[in-house]
């Protein structure tokens, strides 16, 4: 049956930074399909804010602090889920940061921070996680990587590190952990409206024209587009994909950009 496919009721799903945007997104659709959603972050309050959300969408979260770059605290984390919860099934390494700083103007250790976030925290959670994974011979890791695994851009040369780095990382998870039937993927987003991207999208921020003009589907992704995809990468669907970067991205990464009013219907 095709829905037994996308069902994931017999499954424990962790998505890191799931009190808000896309973490969020994608942990509503896994507990849409049924699996018991686990999310983490480092504000109690937001974690604490967010519940109700969630129960409105009848998905009761269990919720819990912990920073993605602290190795005692991520075993705490994941040790209490594996008790309370159970073993973790889907892991989605979403929790992140960027800071917009041109190199020239870039602390070293705001570079490193990001570096930290974005690309250790992850392997620092799978590393945690994974070994259950392999027990059981069965497990779904998606790490959220970004059209920036692929470009740079003017002031985010950590996100961009980071990202690219997480691409590859995928690759090497995938090269030691697919023998387990554990599938390893990217999800890599282009422009989202989130929190993270509201600097340069609202307030009339000329990067929003670049944007719009430069993104064929010629709007911003919301969160949902997200989530929708990692239910894929999260199901029986995927179990032969493995090691990949799937782009959400309404085809920017496709497009090199066009003059405006060269197409008709501009
Ligand atoms: P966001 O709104 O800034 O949310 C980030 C989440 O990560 C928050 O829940 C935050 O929780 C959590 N977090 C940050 N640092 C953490 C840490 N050290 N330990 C644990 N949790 C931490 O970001 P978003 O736009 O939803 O993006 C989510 C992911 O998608 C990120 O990896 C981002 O790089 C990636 N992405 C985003 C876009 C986009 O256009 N928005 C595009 C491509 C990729 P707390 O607030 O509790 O710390
Ligand atoms: C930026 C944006 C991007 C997005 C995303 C694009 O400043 O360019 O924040 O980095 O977050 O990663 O895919």
Known sequence: MINELFNLSDKVALVTGGSHGIGMAIAKVLGKAGAKICINGTSRERLDACIDEYKKEGID??????????????????????????????????????????????????????????LVGPFIVSKR???????????????????????????????ASAKGGLKLLTQNMTC????????????????????????????????????MTRTPAGRWGEPEDVGNAALFLASKASDFVNGHMLYVDGGILANFGYVKGENETD
């Not at 920073?67 to 919860?85: L, R, S, W």
């Not at 070994?131 to 970004?146: Q, V």
Request: hydrophobic letters at 40%.
């Open 61 to 118: 979260v269990y919720t819990l602090v912990f920073d993605v770059t602290d190795e005692k605290q991520v075993d705490e984390g994941i040790t209490k889920i594996e008790k309370e919860v159970g073993a973790i099934d889907i892991l989605v390494n979403n929790a992140g940061i960027i800071k917009r700083v041109p190199i020239l103007d870039m602390a070293v250790e705001d570079f490193k921070k990001v570096i930290d976030v974005d």
């Open 176 to 211: 030691e952990w697919a023998k387990y039937n554990i599938q390893i993927n990217g999800l890599a987003p282009g422009y989202i409206a989130t929190e993270q991207t509201a600097p340069i999208r609202e307030g009339g921020h000329p990067f929003n024209d670049l944007v």
């Open 129 to 159: 996680v994974v070994p259950k994974m392999i027990e059981k011979r069965s497990g779904k890791i998606i790490n959220l990587c970004s059209m920036m695994s692929e470009y740079g851009r003017y002031s985010v040369s950590a996100y």
